[in-house]
């Protein structure tokens, strides 16, 4: 290795979203002067990709960025760089109190890391206007998921909902989508590196598209996609329930390469939260989508994320909430607490819930979760799958590790698979599933 040769650790926190800008820069990085390695204890270079949506992800960000800034003090590290949200919320703060921490990079400033690494830019806190419109798309990407196969598609950036509980409007800047064409290029790139599933990401997925002039929306971007060679499955992550483009739910219905699962944040069902959270929606209109989404796509695994404990939830809210859910069946459901965060509209709402009854009020509602995942999972046994393999198990050479269509990477969970002569990374294969736990499944590949 060359003298002035430096290998670079990078941690990626927080959302998908977030992973694809860490991939951005990971591809941006010169080869002949740096190479990636997935151990902090040999890198050079440390890059924390941070997360703030949260009081949780913040902590996460920050126990992290510490942890890093010991290994600099101790001589193990060169330099320490941190980017993404957490420096874009607070660029003053954190200069201040970490000067262990080399160059501070916000979301829209993530082209600059280069040139920081290269010595190129002597600036400190890289922290602009999240509303950067000039935003590279054909930027190259590095796929980090494992094996290669699947990966994350991004098709918009930022948010131009008024959620009063959330931070990424501020942090993100309003929607900008990217045109048809730049998704598609991007998608045939995927393709043609070996990529057969597509997990298409955004904030706000639904409102794809309305932000251009000419408008266009997410129906016709994936009619354009299912036309790309080489991609097997297409996943819909982040659509909003307010507004389903025209077409929608038909295309999803007819086209083969859409898979069955769709993830739609809800965070509520009680009006009058659903009205101090500004979500734009109602109860009832709801309950109309999913009961239209259930009629026209048997098979549909619908994910959805709850929000408990905000500022006014009465008792009523919460066990009508509870009530939905065990109507509602959601395949798949993860939820979290309120968390007060400054800058937001909730931050100054009255009826502050205390932290237990938050707590409290999360530990039921996955409670109920977790039996209804499990009666979900005890139906599929004996059903015929198909299963996006991933890998080979540590326990056991006979033993593969992959997805049905209804298990989204990294969020759910999947299924074991035993071997056979065409059962390999990448395959998509038939299986029998043969056993069933709270979230996993285990299935046999049916001969060819």
Known sequence: MEPDHKRVHFISLGCPKNRVDTETMLAGLPGARYSITPHAGAADIVVVNTCAFVEDAKVESIDTILEMAGRKEAGDIEKLVVTGCLAQRYPAEL???????????????????????????????????????????????????????TAYLKVSEGCSNKCAFCIIPSLRGPQRSRSVASVVAEARGLAEQGVVELNLIAQDLTAYGYDQTPRTNLTALLEALAQVDGVRWIRLMYAYPRSFPKGLIDLMAREPKIVPYLDMPLQHIADGVLKAMRRGTRGETIRKRVAELRAKLPGLALRTTMLVGYPGETDDDFEALLAFVEEARFERLGAFAYSREEGTPSHDLPDQLPADVKTARLDRLM??????????????????????????????????????????????????????????????????????????????????
């Open 367 to 448: 409670y109920a979760q977790r039996r209804i995942a499990r009666e979900i999972n005890a139906e599929m046994v004996g059903r015929r799958v198909e299963v996006l393999v991933e890998k080979r198990s540590e326990e056991s050479d006979l033993v593969w590790i992959g997805r049905t269509a209804q298990q989204a990477p990294e969020i759910d969970g999947v299924t074991w698979l035993g071997s056979a002569d065409h059962v390999r990374p990448g395959a998509i294969v038939e299986a029998v599933v043969t056993q069933a736990t709270d979230y996993d499944l285990v299935a046999e590949p049916i001969p060819v």
């Open 95 to 149: 200069a201040r109190d970490m000067p262990e921490v080399d160059h501070f990079v916000g979301t829209n400033d993530l082209n600059l890391v280069t040139e920081i690494l290269d010595g190129r830019t002597g600036t400190r806190v890289a922290v602009g206007d999240p509303d950067r419109r000039g935003f590279d798309w054909e930027a190259p990407r590095y796929n980090s998921m494992r094996g290669g196969h």
